[in-house]
């Protein structure tokens, strides 16, 4: 069964606290690996997009890799405006089959 | 720089009532996506459509309706309201398949 699961379901991190948030994914056929952030209240914001096993990402303090199985976003010395739901999402060859995890909310505290 | 916006932000509907969500977006996008979020479970395609005059059903599509008759609108249709269907819907838009998505500021719905 196709699916994706984020890990943890949440993350408190002091600022400067550098960390990792998981993406696993079974997916028949990965057209895409997709990252956004979401604050409360609005809708998710694009981050990266990732297609295929190896491939890397970096903006600012994140940056997102790609393997067969799973995706990391690789938090750097994080601020407290790093605090947002992070969401991973899969796009399989068959396009009706776009799956979100159910997202990672970072806290970090100053 | 308005983006993809919907409208409207609120609303509280009655079991049985019908309401239309309205999507517009200014990029040009081809494609474009109702979703519904539920706490725990993630973001969930409902309708999709891949041009103007199409549509196509995602992961979740009974109880929706969808229309595309402008490239620009999508709106999605609640003929019978559920409380099942209480959520937050958003809309996204996307240049093509594979390329990230645009996403509104959400509808809140509440079906008593």
């Known amino acids: 069964e196709d699916q994706v699961t984020q890990s943890p379901e949440a993350l408190r991190l002091q600022e400067g606290e550098s960390s990792s948030l998981n993406c696993s994914y079974t997916?028949?056929?990965?057209?895409?690996l997709f990252w956004y952030r979401q604050d409360p209240g609005k809708g998710p914001e694009f981050l990266f997009t990732l297609y295929s096993a190896g491939e890397e990402k970096e903006k600012e303090r994140l940056k997102a890799t790609l393997t067969k199985k799973e995706s990391f976003l690789h938090i750097t010395a994080p601020k407290p405006e790093d605090s947002a739901t992070y969401l991973c999402a899969v796009q399989a060859y068959n396009f009706n089959k776009f799956y979100f995890g159910s997202g990672t909310k970072l806290n970090v505290k100053p | 720089n308005a983006g993809v916006t919907q409208t409207p932000k609120f609303r509280v509907l009655k079991t049985g009532q019908s309401m239309t969500l309205l999507c517009a977006q200014d990029m040009n996008h081809e494609y474009m996506y109702w979703y519904r979020q539920d706490p725990g479970m993630g973001l969930r395609l409902i309708h999709y459509?891949?041009?103007?005059?199409?549509?196509a059903k995602g992961e979740v599509p009974d109880g929706y309706n969808v229309s595309r008759l402008k490239k620009q609108n999508f709106l999605l249709g609640l003929e019978s309201a559920a409380p099942s269907q209480t959520s937050v819907y958003f809309c996204?838009?996307?240049?093509?398949?594979?390329?990230?998505?645009?996403f509104g500021q959400g509808t809140r719905l509440t079906v008593v």
């Open positions: 459509s891949v041009g103007e005059g199409t549509t």
């Open positions: 996204a838009s996307s240049r093509s398949l594979n390329t990230e998505a645009f």
């Open positions: 997916v028949s056929g990965l057209r895409g």
